[in-house]
């Protein structure tokens, strides 16, 4: 009898999950109820609402100078890091890969504004960093719009009622997100479920499901952070802490791909002004963004705690560890 | 540096699962929203809700009398063992397990519930079954309550409102189950969310979730059914078929129990009259069960289709698939 030897289980749970899901993103007219989200997440499974924040006060009306006059006076946290690359894996000078955060300091919102805004304007494309001294960032990701952002928060939704309804808490954090084209976020998961909302310019989502933890080449990198040296030029310190676990393949790629990163089938979604996205527990994802006629992207996100019991964690953990394994 | 050694990803599994989820069932004062049971599939986790069909009529005015008027001069379709062990894994003459099929034939409604009653009324024991001819169970699950049984059917609710609207679909099956003590139904599991209802006597359910696939010994059985005999008898019968994939560890004990078995930690519960259980997609699960006084144990339930899509199945199949891998 002719036979086909049994595909390894990691291929096999990259091939079902394929065969079971699309890579086209549910798109919903309206948003949804909170059942209907909650059968989103009882499938971890993203979906868009287009337009589904374009009467939020926001979306409407912020923009350069609106913000500037809401935060008259007012210094916000800035990542700044010479390419854009704030907690992403970068080479160092021994061509060894690292985990880089970036340098934080506190500057004044017009200035930050008027820096990322001139310098998109200038030379929008992302493609060349090597003429740009800096690439600044509003990404704090610490509950910022209930906190240093306050006076902005009521111009949005304090939280998302079906989201908040169906997983019957208030959001862990919501965040304000802004700056321009320079900056991409390397792909990485988060322990929530994510509301993502785009006020200015647009994001670029792509997404890969927990399932996919084999492609994505984690690996458990040394701990960096830019810092600001006295000549005011940027240079990377190595920490002593912990090792950090992290994606290293790039799905847009640059050669960390594992034997299963074929397998992977990114789910791409570009979020404009005012749409919404269900980005749903424990999936990678990478982030780059456009900014609008003024040269600046700002996104608001929220983040609700993600269920621990039942089958959904454990399962993802299983596939991390048994990915692990089938890669050493 | 001292480090301990990385667990085995499937002892990692189990313990997680077990540390994040409780033995103890929840239960409900009353039936839940389409909102709250969603919660439950969405965690594939067990719920019982005490009383949630007492007002039924079933539950309210079924007995031996009854039904007899309601199913008079009808014949219904019978499973017939020799010690209750219809769909079970059952050492043969060789001392070989294989999966065996009950005897099916069509009995007198009238005359297969009076056998059954009187059985259980002579010797309500099921520890020994060796002065026993046979045990006889109503068990087809083929809808039965919607073809079979249909002069019954408006004495139950024609759905489970709260998982038609969750689920979005109509029950796929409604079944009706009619035995006695002597019958067990083994550890098995099922591709379907499943509602169901106690509405005579008692069921016993011992369950484990999908991540105990490593716990149960599933093993490839010959497959065979029980065959009644001229003179009366029932024999084994083995058939050509292809192998049927069958958990063989009983969870009460009985020495098949693989080395990841101690690591399941069951749910155990008693429906009594009246009350509902919610048993999640693929958990494993064996029945027995307890008459009333008139020697009936008599259960409706629904079977609703899983959820295919999302990161469930492919993540339980993947279990299954590494389980398989680490067992051999």
Redesign the interface.
Same mark, same amino acid.
């Given at each position: 009898m002719d036979r086909t030897p049994?595909l390894d289980?990691?291929t096999?749970?990259l091939t079902?999950?394929n065969e079971?899901?699309s890579t086209h993103i549910d798109t919903l007219p309206s948003p949804p109820s909170?059942?209907e989200f909650?059968?989103f997440? +009882?499938?971890?499974?993203p979906f868009v609402v287009r337009g589904g924040a374009s009467d939020w006060e926001a979306t409407k009306t912020w923009g350069i100078e609106s913000l500037k006059a809401l935060l008259e006076g007012q210094s916000i946290q800035v990542a700044v890091t010479p390419h854009g690359n704030a907690d992403s894996p970068t080479t160092n000078e021994k061509r060894e890969l690292i985990f880089v955060k970036p340098w934080e300091e506190q500057q004044s919102f017009s200035e930050f504004i008027d820096f990322i805004s001139a310098q998109e304007l200038r030379s929008p494309s992302s493609s060349s960093s090597s003429s740009v001294p800096e690439v600044r960032y509003a990404q704090t990701q610490n509950d910022n719009l209930r906190n240093e952002y306050l006076t902005l928060f009521s111009h949005v939704d304090k939280d998302i009622p079906w989201a908040r309804? +169906?997983l019957?808490a208030p959001p862990e954090a919501i965040n304000l997100w802004i700056g321009n084209s320079r900056s991409v976020t390397a792909l990485h998961k988060d322990n929530y479920e994510n509301v993502y909302v785009q006020i200015i310019g647009e994001k670029h989502f792509c997404l890969l499901?927990?399932?996919a933890y084999a492609c994505v080449a984690e690996r458990e990198l040394r701990p960096a952070s830019y810092v600001r040296k006295d000549d005011g030029c940027l240079e990377i310190k190595e920490e002593a802490g912990d090792l950090v676990p992290f994606p290293t393949w790039d799905p847009d790629g640059d050669g960390q791909e594992t034997k299963y990163s074929d397998l992977a089938q990114p789910v791409r979604v570009t979020l404009r002004k005012g749409d919404m996205l269900y980005l749903p527990a424990l999936w990678y994802h990478k982030v780059s963004q456009s900014t609008n006629e003024e040269g600046m992207c700002c996104a608001v996100n929220y983040w609700y705690d993600m269920?621990?019991?039942?089958?959904?964690?454990?399962?993802?953990?299983?596939?991390r560890?048994?990915g692990i394994?089938a890669l050493t």
């Amino acid at each position: 009898m002719d036979r086909t030897p049994p595909l390894d289980p990691v291929t096999e749970l990259l091939t079902t999950y394929n065969e079971l899901n699309s890579t086209h993103i549910d798109t919903l007219p309206s948003p949804p109820s909170a059942l209907e989200f909650l059968r989103f997440v +009882a499938r971890n499974r993203p979906f868009v609402v287009r337009g589904g924040a374009s009467d939020w006060e926001a979306t409407k009306t912020w923009g350069i100078e609106s913000l500037k006059a809401l935060l008259e006076g007012q210094s916000i946290q800035v990542a700044v890091t010479p390419h854009g690359n704030a907690d992403s894996p970068t080479t160092n000078e021994k061509r060894e890969l690292i985990f880089v955060k970036p340098w934080e300091e506190q500057q004044s919102f017009s200035e930050f504004i008027d820096f990322i805004s001139a310098q998109e304007l200038r030379s929008p494309s992302s493609s060349s960093s090597s003429s740009v001294p800096e690439v600044r960032y509003a990404q704090t990701q610490n509950d910022n719009l209930r906190n240093e952002y306050l006076t902005l928060f009521s111009h949005v939704d304090k939280d998302i009622p079906w989201a908040r309804i +169906a997983l019957q808490a208030p959001p862990e954090a919501i965040n304000l997100w802004i700056g321009n084209s320079r900056s991409v976020t390397a792909l990485h998961k988060d322990n929530y479920e994510n509301v993502y909302v785009q006020i200015i310019g647009e994001k670029h989502f792509c997404l890969l499901p927990p399932v996919a933890y084999a492609c994505v080449a984690e690996r458990e990198l040394r701990p960096a952070s830019y810092v600001r040296k006295d000549d005011g030029c940027l240079e990377i310190k190595e920490e002593a802490g912990d090792l950090v676990p992290f994606p290293t393949w790039d799905p847009d790629g640059d050669g960390q791909e594992t034997k299963y990163s074929d397998l992977a089938q990114p789910v791409r979604v570009t979020l404009r002004k005012g749409d919404m996205l269900y980005l749903p527990a424990l999936w990678y994802h990478k982030v780059s963004q456009s900014t609008n006629e003024e040269g600046m992207c700002c996104a608001v996100n929220y983040w609700y705690d993600m269920e621990w019991g039942g089958s959904f964690y454990p399962l993802c953990n299983f596939a991390r560890s048994v990915g692990i394994a089938a890669l050493t």
